[in-house]
């Protein structure tokens, strides 16, 4: 099992930035790719961003291409997502997950680790 404790999430105007880290412990070995979600009120789950074990190889949802970069640091066993212009829309809970299967995927029922969620919010 691999524990995942995420922070950095807090209040924003849009425009601004924000980065969210997040603290890997446990069986981290055993993770082929650790991911970001984000869920609003009353909506699904969507993924944000993705990165391969070795760090080589990220995806990113097509609403933050441009804006959000997802990194590793494995020194440190964290994963971190730096967000720049913010949007009132990127309002949300953040999560962190990992899989132990599956490389880069951007469906959340292929994670099977997750964090308790930071909050972000971004004001008009």
């Known amino acids: 099992q691999v524990q995942l404790v995420e922070s950095g999430g807090g209040l924003v105007q849009a425009g601004g930035s924000l980065r969210l880290s997040c603290a890997v412990s446990g069986r981290t070995f055993s993770t082929r790719a650790m991911g970001w979600f984000r869920q609003a009120p009353g909506k699904e789950r969507d993924f944000v961003a993705a990165i391969s074990r070795s760090g080589g190889s990220t995806s990113y949802a097509d609403f933050v291409k441009g804006r959000f970069t997802i990194s590793k640091d494995s020194t440190k066993n964290t994963v971190s997502l730096q967000m720049a212009s913010l949007k009132p829309e990127d309002t949300a809970v953040y999560y962190c997950?990992?899989?132990?299967?599956?490389?880069?995927?951007?469906?959340?029922?292929?994670?099977?680790?997750w964090g308790q969620g930071t909050q972000v919010t971004v004001s008009s």
């Open positions: 997950a990992a899989s132990s299967v599956y490389i880069l995927s951007n469906r959340h029922t292929d994670y099977d680790s």
